[in-house]
Every structure is written in structure tokens, then in C-alpha cells.
């Protein structure tokens, strides 16, 4: 008896054996099992691949453009469409707001064509991903705390268009990078006076002069000048520095005669700072 389930239960471990055998062998070959997904681009031309990809970019389908470009580029690598193909890149990623991947495919670009005739239109889009990735930030700051966030994404533009402002100021795309730049000046200014205001309301007064003095010697055309300078007035008062308060008033005074901060200031008892609520 004992025999004969030792040889039956040899023979079901045979099975068990032969059937994983067999399946393992089916995944293995389980690729030529199925029928292999069909490459509608192979055999298009550069034409047709470039035109088919701007017909999706131009969709909004951002994805497949890029994939059609990709295609584009590593077919036909030494072709003319090649290098228009790059440019598309960053821009379809820029579009699909893929700051990371828009960023790379820009910089890629401009280290492998620094003569290319376009080059500033690359430098000009660099400056617009920065750009866009810091709009709302004034929202940010109004509606959180000041110092949580740095600007980086704002200083980052900014020198984006700085530098196609600088290496190629005949640029058709240069005037408007200057504008974005005093957007960007304006932004800068007006986070630290946010930071300013910040400190002053916390007590530490000589933390908020010292910001508000840097909005005065770093940013001179911005209006948040008004309201840096201001802050040094009240926060020199606090501090019982009589003739550094004096000083700074007068200055007021002469710059910015009809301020609402002078109401202000006179209501000791209000809180200036409420004024943008």
C-alpha cells in the first residue's frame, strides 16, 4: 500500500513538474504569443513625421507631438528637420508644462548650437518656463506667510532674460523680455517688502529696516520703494533712533508728499499694514 502512494504521489509531482516547465517556457515565448503592436510611423519620411507632429502640437496633444518628434530626430538624425525637431521638443514640453523636461531639451540645445540662427528664441523660452513657473506667486505670498517660500523660480527668470537681453540685444524677442524683466524687478521688490512687513510685525524691527533698505539699494525703480521706506521710518521709531527716523521721514516727505502711509502713520493705534488686507 505504501508503495503505491509513493508512485502516486510521484507521479503528481511529475505533473506538477512538466506543467510549470510548460509554462515557464510560455513566458518566455510569450512574446511571440502575441501579436506585436504595429509602428504606424515606420517608413514615414522626415516631411511626414515633422507635419504630422505639428499637426499634434498644434492640437494640444502635446504627448504624442513629442514622441513624433523624438521619432524624428533619432531617424533622421543629420537630416534639416533634425534640428527644427529639438527646438519643437522644448517647446511641447514647455507647453505641457514639464518645466524639468523643457528646461533640459532647452539647454541641450543651446550647448549644441550656440551659432544656430534660432539660438535666441531658445534663450527667450528658458526665461518664459522660469516665467510661468513663479506666476501666482504674488497670489503665494499674499495668502501665506512671506518667508515660507524664496523666489527662486523669479531670479531664475530673470536672469534667463537677462542673458538673451545681453547676448543678443537686437532680438525680436528682446522687448519683451525687458518688460517681463520689470515684472520680475516688481516681484522681487514686492517680496521683500512682504518679508519686511513680516518681520515688523513680529517685533523685529531691525530685521525689517535692514529688508526694506535692501528693496531701496537693490530695486530703485519699484514702487514698493514707497512702502520699504516707509517701513524704515516705523521701524526706526520702534527702535528710539530719533535721528535715523527724522532722516528717513524727510526723505518721505520730499519722494512721496501725498502717501497714504503719512495718514497712516499718524493713527499710531491702526495697523498699517492692513492696508492690502
Not at 520699504?228 to 527716523?245: D, P, S
Request: contains cysteine; charged residues 25%.
Amino acid at each position: 500500500m505504501q508503495k503505491k502512494y509513493s508512485a502516486i504521489a510521484a507521479k503528481a509531482a511529475a505533473k506538477v513538474a512538466a506543467t510549470a516547465a510548460t509554462f515557464a517556457l510560455l513566458g518566455l515565448s510569450g512574446c511571440s504569443l502575441l501579436p506585436e503592436k504595429a509602428d504606424e510611423t515606420k517608413g514615414w519620411s522626415a516631411t511626414k513625421l515633422y507635419s504630422e507632429a505639428k499637426e499634434e502640437l498644434a492640437g494640444g496633444h502635446y504627448e504624442r507631438a513629442i514622441q513624433l518628434f523624438e521619432k524624428l530626430e533619432s531617424s533622421y538624425p543629420f537630416g534639416t528637420y533634425a534640428v527644427q525637431a529639438q527646438m519643437e521638443i522644448a517647446y511641447a514640453n514647455y507647453k505641457a508644462q514639464d518645466q524639468a523636461q523643457a528646461l533640459a531639451a532647452v539647454e541641450r540645445f543651446i550647448k549644441l548650437h550656440p551659432n544656430h540662427a534660432n539660438v535666441d528664441y531658445m534663450y527667450y523660452l528658458r526665461g518664459l518656463i522660469s516665467f510661468n513657473d513663479q506666476i501666482g506667486f504674488l497670489n503665494f505670498i499674499y495668502e501665506q506667510d512671506p518667508t515660507e517660500r524664496d523666489p527662486k523660480a523669479t531670479r531664475e527668470a530673470f536672469a534667463a532674460f537677462k542673458a538673451l537681453v545681453d547676448k543678443f540685444p537686437d532680438s525680436q524677442y528682446t522687448p519683451d523680455a525687458i518688460d517681463r524683466m520689470k515684472y520680475l524687478i516688481n516681484a522681487m521688490a514686492s517680496y521683500e517688502v512682504h518679508v519686511a512687513r513680516y518681520y515688523y510685525r513680529r517685533g523685529a524691527y531691525l530685521a525689517a529696516v535692514n529688508r526694506a533698505m535692501g528693496v531701496i539699494s537693490d530695486y530703485r525703480d519699484s514702487p514698493s520703494i514707497e512702502e520699504a521706506l516707509f517701513i524704515m521710518i516705523r521701524g526706526y521709531e520702534k527702535m528710539g533712533n530719533v535721528q535715523l527716523h527724522d532722516d528717513a521721514l524727510r526723505v518721505f516727505k520730499q519722494n512721496y508728499p501725498n502717501s497714504k502711509f503719512l495718514d497712516e502713520g499718524v493713527k499710531k493705534e491702526r495697523q498699517w499694514w492692513k492696508l492690502w488686507g
